[in-house]
């Protein structure tokens, strides 16, 4: 929005990410550049607004030798016509392994998800949690006056606000939460409960994707933090006289851009023909492979729809393109086992000829193709046990040019908020409900899968992600009242 531009163009907005927005390739020869992108959507998205406001993103640059940086880990970006800057920050191996796949991945990311099986909140990653975290709020500050704006994403940084407001506490502080936040009795077998509650009461304003994460937040401070003033009406946090605003706002998709990409139309013959899947029903699955997703949930719904729909087998293809993740943790490791013992046990069960009930596309498709295959999948399936969001639901969506799809979406995804109206209705949890659903969902009439999609993709087109980005940033200065631009500089 206007006021939101013409603020950032009086404060410097800092952006904390632990993933960088670019990743710099320069070829050894000619010294030319090629530039990746990480496909992430909130990447994607924020780079404009960086581009315009001139601003500083701070993010963990990866060390690898192919990825050219300054020595103190600046660079101007994008390299083809710089606008502003991003400072990586360089983290050591233990410093990943406490940091990234201990804390960040084996402690918060269960626990938020509300799975305590796998939680490990080893005191001794925290310290590492907490060192990196000082690393990134020294970076910041070397950025920040007191008159900027600095956003923090995600669960990797639950410390640095505490640590940046000690430095700047006049600065504005803003925090998106893109993970659940879990029930208060999940959340108190975390032995750091108090200092991650502390460091995220040094925001100005704490946002989360939907009101349910919003009110356990709020349960959690009330348990954990008998002296912060909740105002549940109001959902502020007042505390040593600071005010922490928590508010609920979704995140959304370039819809425009998805729609561009879906509508190139040229890809999906070839496509479909490397992988056998032109002459079959295609029902879609496109993941991270992380336990969070459901996904050996999803072939046992497979496997049964198959059992009991034996007239479907040699036209019906389960699809799935799911990328490896964090494959050094052992409960990712364990759920790659499960997930090929589980697609093997299926093909061998069913499969015949030339027809495989379940495809894998292990490889990461470039854009234009895993967008021709959303839009030529008859249905998606998003089986999460549990999700922040999920924006490959809203991906499917807003990829149907034709409105002729159907999501079959789990009600445990934040998503479910925004699309569950439209979608087929899941609960992973439910195998032989989840191979009923499968056959509803093909059953119903192309009026009604039209009409159901329209809803969804009106509701991904509307509140996509500048809107998103609006109602954060604008939300963010309400937090300050008039904003007092001088001090910016
Ligand atoms: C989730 C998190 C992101 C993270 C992404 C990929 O969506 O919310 O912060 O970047 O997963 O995970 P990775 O560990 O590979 O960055």
């Not at 315009?52 to 990825?67: L, N, P, Q």
């Not at 509508?263 to 002459?279: F, H, K, M, T």
């Not at 050094?328 to 069960?349: F, H, K, M, P």
């Not at 193709?369 to 969506?397: C, F, T, W």
Request: charged share 30%; aromatic share 10%.
């Amino acid at each position: 929005s206007p006021r939101v531009l013409e603020a950032l163009s009086e404060r410097e907005l800092v952006v904390v990410s632990n993933r960088q927005p670019y990743a710099h390739n320069y070829e050894d020869d000619d010294g030319e550049i090629t530039v990746s992108r990480p496909a992430g959507g909130l990447t994607a998205g924020l780079d404009p607004v960086m581009q315009r406001t001139e601003g500083t993103w701070i993010a963990w640059g990866d060390g690898d030798a192919d990825f050219e940086v300054a020595d103190d880990g600046r660079v101007r970006v994008p390299p083809e016509d710089p606008a502003y800057t991003l400072s990586r920050v360089d983290l050591s191996e233990s410093d990943l392994e406490g940091y990234y796949y201990g804390y960040s991945n084996q402690a918060l990311w269960p626990l938020c998800h509300g799975m305590i099986y796998p939680v490990r909140c080893d005191g001794r990653d925290f310290e590492r949690y907490r060192a990196v975290n000082r690393q990134f709020a020294k970076a910041v500050t070397e950025e920040a006056s007191e008159g900027s704006l600095i956003w923090f994403q995600d669960y990797h940084f639950a410390l640095a606000p505490r640590i940046v407001r000690r430095e700047v506490p006049e600065a504005l502080l803003t925090q998106f939460w893109h993970i659940p936040w879990p029930a208060a009795d999940t959340f108190e077998v975390c032995p750091q409960a108090d200092p991650l509650l502390d460091g995220l009461l040094a925001n100005d304003l704490l946002v989360f994707h939907i009101p349910a994460y919003v009110e356990n937040f709020l349960d959690c401070v009330e348990r954990e933090i008998p002296e912060a003033a909740v105002d549940r009406d109001h959902r502020t946090i007042q505390r040593n006289g600071r005010t922490t605003t928590v508010r609920a706002f979704p995140l959304g998709i370039d819809a425009e851009r998805t729609a561009e990409l879906a509508s190139e139309s040229s890809v999906w013959a070839d496509l479909a023909g490397r992988y056998g899947i032109d002459d079959v029903t295609v029902a879609l699955g496109v993941d991270r492979l992380d336990y969070t997703k459901g996904i050996p949930e999803r072939i046992d719904a497979i496997e049964r729809f198959f059992e009991e729909n034996p007239e479907r087998r040699g036209e019906f293809t389960y699809v799935q393109n799911g990328s490896a993740s964090r494959s050094e943790i052992a409960s990712y490791e364990y759920l790659q086992q499960r997930v090929d013992a589980a697609i093997g046990r299926v093909n061998r069960r069913f499969g015949a000829g030339d027809w495989q009930p379940i495809v894998r596309i292990d490889e990461m498709l470039p854009e234009e193709e895993l967008y021709a295959l959303y839009r030529h999948s008859d249905l998606a399936l998003v089986s999460a046990l549990r999700d922040g969001m999920n924006l490959v639901a809203k991906e499917y969506v807003a990829s149907q040019l034709d409105d002729d799809g159907i999501l079959l979406l789990s009600k445990f995804a934040g998503a479910h908020e925004e699309l569950g109206e439209g979608a087929v209705t899941i609960n992973p949890f439910d195998t032989q409900d989840f191979a009923e659903a499968i056959e509803r969902a093909l059953a119903l009439s192309a009026e009604e899968r039209e009409a159901r999609m329209a809803t969804q993709r009106q509701r991904v087109g509307e509140y996509d992600l500048f809107a998103w980005m609006d109602d954060v940033l604008e939300t963010a200065l309400d937090c300050e009242g008039e904003p007092d631009l001088d001090r910016s500089t």
